[in-house]
Structure formats: C-alpha cells, structure tokens
C-alpha cells in the first residue's frame, strides 16, 4: 500500500524537477544502527540546528524506521541525503542513476557484522548448512567474503532470506542454525548455547563502511552543515570527559540497549573520530580494492539490474581521480574535501 | 369417563395421546393442560387463533419439544425424539434444497441403506418415488431441483417425500399455508384423496376454519379464549381445547364449502375458538367426540367439584 | 420518460458504457503511470523507481522465461508453485478443519459449548502479532508459513460454517428424523452438503487474507516464493519485478477466485448466494 502512497509522492516530486536548486531547507534520513547514532545525537542536542543556522539553510533530519525504506526514499528523491553503508550506495541509488557522494566516512565494521554457526567452529562448516541472512545486504556481501576466502562458493550453502527483526531468535530457536547479521542482533544471537562466532568483519576490515550519502548536486551548504555537525558530534564522543558519557548514554537509549551493551558494539565499530583520519582512509589504497570486491559482488548477484551488460557500467570516483567502472557514468563518489576541512577547522 | 383405567385403556386403543401437557416459554404459558386422544385413521385438524400454541402442540407431538409438564404417547409408547414413526409436513423447510424432486422422496428409502448401500437404494425404490410422485402430481418434475418449483409443486413434493416412508401418523403444520386459493384447494382434494387411499392417520393443524372443516373427520379447537375459577387475568392464561367433536364426512366436492350446513358449522367453531365475547366456562366446551377427554384441576373448576357432589 | 444514459439513480447504462465505463479507472491509471514513469526516466535513465513498460517486460522474459543461470531454474516458475502449493495446503487445511469443527458445533450443543469460546478467541488473536513465535516454534521451513495461512483463517471459516448450520432452521433437522436419519447422516447426508457451497464462499472471502499471511511469512524467512522475491529485490529496489509481481499474484487471486465461483455453480446448482 505504501507504494502506491509513494508513487504519488514521486509523481508530485517527478513534476517539480530542478526544485532542489535554489532551495533553503532540506530533509536527511537515517535508520538505527551504531554508527549512525550520533545523528541523533546531532539533532537533538542542537548541532544540526546550530551548523546549519551558520550556513543559511534549515535541516530536518529524518528517522526511518526501516533501513532499506530509508535508502529507497533517498533514491526516489524525498531526501536529500540519508546514512547507508558502501555497498547499499552503490546499489540502489548509484544504479539507480543517482549522483550520490559519500559525504563523510562515519565508521567501518570492524566485528560488528559476523557468521554465527551452532554445532560447528569453522567457515568450512558451513557445507550443506541453511543460512538465514538478509539477503544483498553486507551480511550477504560479508558471507560471499567469508566462503571465499576459505575456497568455497555460495553454491555449498542454501540461503534464507530473513527478516532482521527475527534473525537472532529464528536462528537461536534452531539445533544446527547458521546465521550472518549484525549488532545488535549479533550480539544476541552470539549469547546463546553452543554458538560460535566463526566470522566477522574484523578478518576483512575496512570493507563494511558507514557512510553519510548526498546528492552530489546538493549545495555545499548542506555538505558542510552536515560535515560540521557530525565532527562536532565526534568531538563530544570521543573525549574522555563526563560529556562523552552523557553523549553514550544518549545514543545507547536512542538505540534501544544498556551503555554496556552500546559500548560493546562500540567496540567493534572502528569510528573515525578525528576527521583526518577518516579522509585519510578515503584516499588510502584499500578503499579502491574494496570497492572492486564490492561491485564485482553487487553485479554477480544481479544487484546492478538486468540492464547492465558489467560491473563497469556505472563509474565509482575516488579522491585521486581515478575511477573504477565507466568514467563517463560515475554515480558514486569517494569526496575527502569537507573531511579534510573538518580535520582543518576550515568549515 | 376420567376414571384412571378409562384413560389407560384410552392411552393403548388410540394412536396418539397426550395428557395433563403444560408448556411454556419463561413465564409465559402456551399450552395449558391439554388433554387429547387421536384414534387411527383419523384425519384430525386443529385450528384455533393465530398464536394460540397450535404449532407448540405439533413440535410436542413430533418430539422436537417436550412438554414442560405432561405427557405425549404414540401408540402407548411416550413420544420421545423424533423419528420415522411420524411424517412432519410444514409450510416451509419440507424440502432439502440439496436434493432434486426424486432425492427428495428417495431420502427416507436412501436413508434406511448403509453408506455402501446407498446406490442400490436408491436404484430398488426408485419406481417406488416415482409412484408416489404421480400420484401428488408431481411426477414430470423429478429432475428439479425446490427452488425450481412453485410452492403449491414444492408441497406436493413434500407430501410425497412424507408417505413413502408409511409412517404411523402425518403431522402437518399449516401445509396450506403460504398458497393461493385456487391452488390450495387442490392440494386439499389430494390430501384428502391420499387420505383415503393410503387410510393414513393425519394430525392437521391450520388457523383456517374452513380448511379445518372441510378436511377433517374430527376438530379441535385450540384456543386461549375460555373462562375458568382460577380468578381474573385470564389473557395470562395458556390455550386449551375448547371444542372437540366429529365432523359429517361429505364429498370430496370443494362445492360443499358454500352449503349451509358448513357454513353454520365453521360459524360455530369461530364463536368457540375465535371470538374473546364468546368464550365459555371450561365446564362448558363441547368436547363432544366420543375419544374426548378432561383433566381439569380443582383450581380451574370449583364449579365442576360443585357439580360432581356427594 | 427520458432515461438517462448514466447519471442519476434511473441511469441505465448499455452494454458497451458499462464496459467502457468500468476500463476508464484502469486507463487512467496506466496513462498517469507511463507519463511519470516517462518523465522520471527522461530525467534519469537509470531510474528504477517507475519503470517503462519495456523494462517490465524485459524483466518478465528473464524471470518467466529463461532459466536463471546459477540454478537453472525458471524463478517465476518456481516462486509460484512453492507460493501456490503453501496456499493450497494452508486454506486447504483450514476449510476441511473449519467444515469438521463448525458442523460439529452448529449441529451438537455439546460440541459448540466445548469449541465455540476457544474458537473466537483464537479468531481474535492477530495471527501476524504471533509469527515471529510460529517461526521459532515450527522453524523457517514450510510447516510455519502454512501454520500462519491456517491460523489466520480457519477460525474464521469454523465460524461462519458454524453460523451456516445453527441458521438452519430447526424443522430440517426434524424432518430429516422423521425420515429416519440417525446422528450421523444427519451431519453427512443432510448438513454437510448443504453448507458445502457456502464453505467455498467463505474460502473465497478468506483468499485475500491467506495472500496476505502468506506474502508476510515469505518476507520473514524463506528461500523462495512471490513475497519472498518482492521482498528480496525490493533491497535493491528493483521496482522492473516489483510490479510484474503484484500484478502477477493479483491475476492469481482472480483466477483462483474465478474458478472457485465456477466450482459453485457447476457442482451446487441449487444453491443461490
Ligand atoms: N421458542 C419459543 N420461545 C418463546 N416463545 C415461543 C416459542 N415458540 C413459540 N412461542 C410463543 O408461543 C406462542 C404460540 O406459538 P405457536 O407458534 O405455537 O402459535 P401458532 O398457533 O402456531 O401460531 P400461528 O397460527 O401464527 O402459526 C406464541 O405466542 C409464540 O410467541
Ligand atoms: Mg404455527
């Protein structure tokens, strides 16, 4: 039903192209999850309002509830700019021929994601097992990873689509489960009986990144209202103060779990604190080698649509120039110009 | 005539009997001490006012209700539930909507066979339907299914369905009921004509008088209109028998209807049973057939106690 | 008297305006959609979100028509047999357990006061509220989906065939003992076939809600399936299968309801809704 309600509101957004240009006031979204809890943080505590009072525009940021929703409203163009991972990126709005940049680089999984397996201790258990996972998602990527890395393929396993939601207690409820998922569902599914991790993002990191995603086109005073507010908010989290506790103990509410339980997943989430860092990472090698591993992914498993003949038909930019895919057609853009300035106190 | 072996031997000689019976729904009396014998080979109609509890007495006598107090007997065997010892034909529902014209009458034959035997039954009786399905006059709708008939076909249906199972004792209820005139008098004819063939015992009951004259060998009137010694409020009070006696068997001619003789009769009947200025004293019913009988209570006739004296 | 062609209560419209009349809606829309479908893709030829209806049908001739080539398997093929087989043995479940139990209540008062409060109450809780517990209680396979489908409806078929029979009226039963029918053939021969035509009817009515316990359970957990498809390429919002499928289980549910309605007139022509 809500497609037909968004079919309208595409239809209204279809006949107004070009409103974006001259306008002051623009509409963010997110969903949960631990990387992106300090853009609750953000907004509620005034540093959105505070960095976009400074630019001349006014922001709302947007919760929704649902992740793939969230990154679907961006691409049909009800937002502006909206958090997603690298991979999600890529395929939704990138292929859906929208110039997309990554804006800031908030994190990357560093153990947050991983394969739990019950009555077993290795990948290569995982022969002949049924997998529940969200299938196309980094869990999906992250699987794809695992099992070949240790000389296998995703026929030696059958795959079961699964809600989120329910992954940790479906696969908690079973004798002989496997799961791939991410915390906190992780966490829990981690908790159980004769479960172990056999898996995780930290054995390949770097190439589950947390992404702050805009239209390329959007003006620069949204780019750097978000930018200012977000390093800002980073400023706050990591110092070792009293206010560093209150920010985590906020965010660990907005996500729905103990400080503890928040820190944990913390733990295994490599943040880019410093801006520096984080524009380093963007220029560094490794993020061109994930990005191949990424698309070669996303286009084997049909992600890119049927019209694609390969992975090169839409062009990933990177800081250096360089492009991986058709130059021609870049959608997806790697930017480290407003990190930078972050890192330099240039906003 | 009340004498204890009288009724005994009443309760064994007739057909149908039923004694000292009282329902009622909640505080509301319907039947109030109803006392009646129906011999075989009777055709006996009830009629009385509309509400009167005619269709109580009729769900008492097939089973489907049991008296509050009292008892119901067919062949000196208390009634109990339902079964094939008496035919029931109503004004609606007769008929299994399910079921064409010949399943229909099948049914009862169909339903004696075990699952196994049902083909064969149905196969063995067939020109048995098919007879009684002439002779209502009905035969050359076989195939179709009630809702294709009138109502006048679908009663001729039902008719038959209840014959071909030669039950002791017919109770029909208002079977007329819902029919034109013109249609309805056949039906009578047909009745009456099975009636004779088949020397069937029929317990008819109708809230119209000259239907209940016309078919009858025998009337009961039921009614709530009569006056007795228990006191006032008598609208309170259940309906009793207040007339019950012989009718002259005439033609099977419907002209008989316009005779003055009828005419008078049925006037008579309607200041018995339906008219509230006429009502009598229960001492004072004309309960004149000889299988008549009365159970009255102390309390509804002092004057009855009065009478029977020292 | 003037009658008028269609406004008005007196309207009596021919023929060929009714069908006219009732195609306009479906025009309408489809015009609206190629237009903005139209005017999306001039924007943006890589948009996904309105495809053209060439897309669509590309889609359809990879999905319908060719064998996907890591499986080998037809996957519109395959979604719709496995979505198709969960339904059929769900409703099928459900109508034979609603016959038995709504019969058996409506015909013997001993059996509606054991059955008929656990019956509404069952009824009443929201069979989706409990999925995530009938996932983890009968596992991912096909036992929980079909599980779903039969507690969503059978309480409802239970009812509605218990209220057929207590409804009938009391004198069939009766006249059904008068022609010598013992307990037995009385619930087999006479009850039974008479609420068979309205068991379809309320198997009818209740399609729209199996559809949707079914498409729910294959969005939770499965590995095939017209929900589970519609869910899993809604992850890359792939709206080219999207719409090809929605319209695809609409047309099922048509045709499934179509030939239910001919099963009703062809096998219970005595029975008129
Ligand atoms: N199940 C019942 N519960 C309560 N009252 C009832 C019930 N059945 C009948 N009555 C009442 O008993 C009275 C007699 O009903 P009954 O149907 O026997 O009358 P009747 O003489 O057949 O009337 P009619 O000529 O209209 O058929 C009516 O007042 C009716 O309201
Ligand atoms: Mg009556």
Partial sequence: ?347 | MNTTEQLSALRQKNLLHIENVYKQYGARVVLDNIDLSVARGELCTVVGPSGCGKSTLLRIVVGQEAPSSGDAFIEGAPAGYPDATRGIVYQKYSLFPHLTVLDNVLLGKVLESSIFGRVRARREHRDEAMQMLERARIAEHWKKYPHELSGGMQQRVAIAQALIKKPRIVLMDEPFGALDPMVREDMQVLLLELWEEYGMTVFFVTHDLEEAVYLGTRVIVLSQYYIDDRGAAAEQRGAKIVADHALPRRAFSTSVKSSPEFIELAAEIRRAGFDPTGARHVTQFNLSHPDSFQTLTAAESRALRAQEGP | MRRYLFFGVHADPPPWLRRLAAALPFVLLLALYLGASQLRLAENPDDKILPSLAQMADAVQRLAFRPDPRSEEYVMLKDTTSSLARLALGVGLSAATGLLLGLNMGLFPGMGAVLLAIVTFVSIVPPLAILPILFISLGVDELAKVALIFLGIFPLITRDIYNTVAALPREQITKALSLGANELQLAYRIVLPQVMPRLIETVRLSLGAAWLFLIAAEAIASTDGLGYRIFLVRRYLAMDVIIPYVLWITLLGYLIDWLLRLALRRLYPWYQA
């Avoid at chain 1, 309002?49 to 929703?69: C, F, H, P, Q, R």
């Avoid at chain 1, 969200?134 to 869990?139: A, C, K, L, P």
């Avoid at chain 1, 172990?196 to 239209?215: A, H, N, Q, R, Y």
Wanted: with cysteine; glycine share 8%; proline share 2%.
């Fill in chain 1, 1 to 347: 039903m809500h497609k037909l309600i968004g079919l309208i509101a595409l239809l209204a957004a279809a006949a107004l192209p070009g409103a974006a240009l001259a306008q002051k006031s623009f509409d963010v979204c997110w969903s949960h999850y631990t990387g992106w809890e300090p853009w609750a943080y953000a907004d509620e505590k005034g540093l959105l309002k505070k960095w976009a009072a400074k630019n001349g525009i006014s922001v709302k940021l947007t919760l929704v509830n649902d992740y793939v929703e969230s990154i679907n409203l961006y691409t049909a163009g009800k937002y502006q700019a909206c958090a997603m991972t690298n991979m999600d990126a890529l395929t939704i709005p990138a292929v859906g021929g929208i110039d997309s940049t990554a804006l800031i680089v908030g994190s990357f999984s560093n153990g947050n994601d991983g394969i739990v397996i019950k009555k077993g201790a290795a990948v290569k258990d995982l022969k002949g097992r049924k997998i529940k996972l969200v299938q196309f998602s980094v869990s999906h990527y992250l699987l794809s990873r695992a099992l070949a890395l240790n000389g296998m393929r995703e026929r030696d396993v059958t795959l079961v689509n699964t809600s989120d939601a329910d992954i940790a207690s479906l696969f908690l409820a079973e004798r002989d489960g496997a799961a791939v998922t991410w915390n906190p569902m992780l966490l829990k599914a981690r908790s159980g009986k004769d479960v172990t991790l056999i898996f995780d993002s930290s054995k390949t990191p770097g190439e589950i990144i947390d992404l702050m995603v805009v239209k390329s086109n959007a003006p620069d005073t949204l780019k750097k209202t978000l930018a200012g507010a977000w390093y800002e908010t980073m400023a706050v989290m990591s110092g070792q103060d009293k206010a560093s506790r209150d920010a985590l103990a906020f965010m660990a509410q907005k996500a729905g779990g103990t400080l503890a339980e928040f820190e944990a997943q913390i733990k295994t989430t490599r943040m880019f604190y410093k801006a520096g860092e984080a524009a380093a990472f963007v220029r560094g090698p490794e993020l061109r080698k994930t990005m191949e591993y990424v698309r070669s992914f996303s286009f084997e498993h049909g992600l890119y649509g049927q019209g694609a003949k390969s992975k090169d038909a839409v062009g990933i930019a990177f800081p250096d120039g360089g492009t991986l895919g058709n130059a021609k057609n870049v959608k997806l853009r790697f930017d480290a110009v407003l990190m930078q300035a972050a890192a330099d106190a240039k906003l």
